[in-house]
C-alpha cells in the first residue's frame, strides 16, 4: 500500500471534515567526535497524522501502526478532540482546502535514497583525514535521508510528494580548543564533498594569539552561515502572516515601505535551485514563490489557511502551513532565498574596510524584541579582524546585539554566489528545510561585549 492508498484508507474511518497525512521517513545518520564514530542512527518510521474539523475547531491524533483498529482509533480521538474544542465555542479555522494541482520538483534523488552506509564511512574518513593532517581532531554528522508523504482529505485533496536530503557539518578542533566550522547540504548526496567541507573548516581554526575588540559598532563581513542564521529568524519574526495578523510581527504597517539597502531581494523560492523543494504544504496547498523583499521594500507575508482567515481583506494561503490545519505559531517560509551581488567573493567584501570583523558563524542567538528583529547572540568557530582590507589576525569571539532587519538595511554588498544552508537538528519526524544566501558586508554590526 502506498502513502497516498495508506491516507485514503485512514481517511474513511473518518466522518465530516478530515485530513490524513501520511509520512514515511527512511533515515541515515553517522555522528562522530574526536575523529572517531560514535553513534549510528537508521530510522525507518511512518507516522498517521488525523485531523478533524469541527465548527472551526481542529482536533489531531497520530499513530504509528498502520492496522485497522489503530487508524479508527485515531479517527476516534481526533473526532473527540475536535468535538471538546467546538464546545468552547466556533473556531477561527475557515475549513479545508480544495483539490489542487501540483508541480514538480527535482527534489529527489534516487542515489541517495539508497541510504548507503558506506557513503557515510567515506565522508567521516575525509574528515578525519584532514583532521590528522592539522594534527587536530574533527566532530560533526552526516546524515540523508527518504521522505515520502501523502494527504487525502474530505475536501478533495489527494497529494503525494518524495523528497531526499544529505547533510555534512564539520568542526575542526585544534589541541587548545580552538575551532573552524563548515556545511553543505544538497537533495542529493553526491554533491556534497566531505573533503571540500572539512578543509573548510580546517581553514577557519584561529592561529596565533587572539585579538580583543572593546564594545562599539563595527564594519562587518557575515559569510553564508551567519547570513542564514538571520534571514531564518526573520522567517518567524517578519514573514509569519498570523503574527502580522495579530499585530506582532516586524512588518505590522511596513507593507510596501523600504525596510532594508535597495539590493536586498528576498523571497520564498520553493523551486530555486539549490533548494531542499516541495510540492505542498501541511494542508496539501501547492507550493508557490512569495516575493517578501523587493529592491529592499517589504512586499508580503506568507500565510496558511488559518492565518489568511485571520487577516481577512481578500488575504489567501501561500502554501506555508507547516501543520494540518495550521500550527499554533503560524506558517512560515521554509525556502527563503537572498539573492546575490556582484562581489567575486569574501575577500572582496572585505576590502573597503579599514579594521572590522568577519563572522563565519553566528551561535546561541534569541530573539530579545520581536517587533524589533533585535536579535542576540555570539560569533563561533571562525572570527577574524579586518585590518586595512584584509582578513587577518583570529579574534576572541564578541557578542552582538543587533536588529536582522537593519543588518539588511546596512547591506553595501553581496558576493554573488550564494550556499545552502541548512541544519541537521530535526526533532521528531524530519522535514529538512533550508535558506540560500550569499555572503555580506554590513556598514555596521552592534557588539555588545565577549562571548
Known amino acids: 500500500m502506498t502513502e497516498l492508498e495508506l491516507a485514503a484508507h485512514a481517511l474513511e474511518h473518518t466522518q ?81 482546502a480544495a483539490a489542487q494541482a501540483y508541480r514538480p520538483h527535482d527534489g529527489f534523488d534516487l542515489r541517495t535514497a539508497r541510504l548507503d552506509p558506506g557513503t557515510a564511512g567515506e565522508a567521516l574518513a575525509a574528515a578525519f583525514a584532514v583532521a590528522r593532517d592539522e594534527h587536530a581532531e574533527a566532530f560533526g554528522i552526516w546524515t540523508a535521508a527518504e521522505v515520502r508523504t501523502a494527504i487525502a482529505s474530505m475536501g478533495g485533496i489527494a497529494a503525494e510528494d518524495a523528497v531526499t536530503d544529505a547533510y555534512f557539518k564539520a568542526v575542526i578542533r585544534d589541541a587548545d580548543g580552538r575551532s573552524g566550522f563548515a556545511s553543505a547540504s544538497a537533495t542529493a548526496a553526491a554533491r556534497i564533498d566531505p573533503n571540500e567541507v572539512a578543509r573548510r573548516a580546517a581553514k577557519l581554526v584561529p592561529r596565533g594569539a587572539l585579538a580583543e575588540l572593546p564594545a562599539g559598532t563595527y564594519p562587518v563581513v557575515l559569510g553564508p552561515e551567519a547570513v542564514a542564521t538571520l534571514v531564518d529568524f526573520l522567517g518567524g519574526l517578519a514573514f509569519n502572516g498570523l503574527a502580522h495578523a495579530e499585530g506582532r510581527g516586524a512588518l505590522v504597517g511596513r507593507l510596501g515601505t523600504r525596510v532594508a539597502a535597495p539590493s536586498i531581494n528576498l523571497s520564498d523560492s520553493p523551486r530555486f535551485t539549490g533548494t531542499l523543494p516541495r510540492a505542498f504544504d501541511a494542508e496539501g496547498i501547492a507550493k508557490q514563490p512569495v516575493p517578501l523583499i523587493q529592491d529592499g521594500v517589504a512586499n508580503a507575508v506568507v500565510h496558511d489557511l488559518r492565518s489568511a482567515a485571520r487577516a481577512g481583506g481578500g488575504a489567501r494561503s501561500t502554501g506555508h502551513a507547516t501543520a494540518p490545519g495550521g500550527s499554533p505559531w503560524g506558517p512560515g517560509p521554509t525556502n527563503l532565498v537572498l539573492i546575490g551581488g556582484g562581489a567575486a567573493d569574501e575577500a572582496e567584501l572585505a576590502r573597503p574596510i579599514e579594521r572590522g570583523i568577519y563572522v563565519n558563524r553566528l551561535w546561541y542567538v534569541n530573539p530579545v524584541r520581536e517587533k524589533e528583529t533585535l536579535l542576540t547572540g555570539v560569533t563561533r568557530d571562525g572570527t577574524f579582524l579586518i585590518e586595512d582590507g584584509e582578513i587577518t589576525r583570529p579574534l576572541r569571539d564578541v557578542r552582538f546585539t543587533d536588529s536582522a532587519l537593519g543588518v539588511l ?43
Request: aromatic fraction near 4%; hydrophobic fraction near 40%; charged fraction near 25%.
Open 16 to 96: 465530516g471534515d478530515a485530513q490524513v497525512t501520511v509520512v514515511r521517513e527512511r533515515s541515515l545518520h553517522a555522528r562522530f567526535a574526536r575523529s572517531a564514530p560514535t553513534q549510528l542512527t537508521e530510522i525507518d518510521d511512518t507516522t498517521v497524522h488525523v485531523m478533524v474539523l469541527r465548527d472551526g475547531q481542529t482536533g489531531a491524533a497520530t499513530t504509528n501502526r498502520t492496522d485497522d483498529d489503530a487508524l479508527r482509533d485515531a479517527a476516534r480521538r481526533a473526532s473527540a478532540a475536535a468535538a471538546a474544542a467546538a464546545e468552547t465555542g466556533p473556531g477561527d479555522h475557515p475549513g479545508l
Open 409 to 451: 538595511e546596512r547591506t553595501q554588498a553581496l558576493t554573488a554566489s550564494a550556499r545552502l544552508i541548512a541544519d541537521s537538528e530535526f526533532y521528531g519526524r524530519r522535514f529538512a528545510t533550508g535558506t540560500v544566501v550569499p555572503a555580506l558586508r554590513c556598514a555596521g554590526l552592534r557588539i555588545t561585549g565577549g562571548a
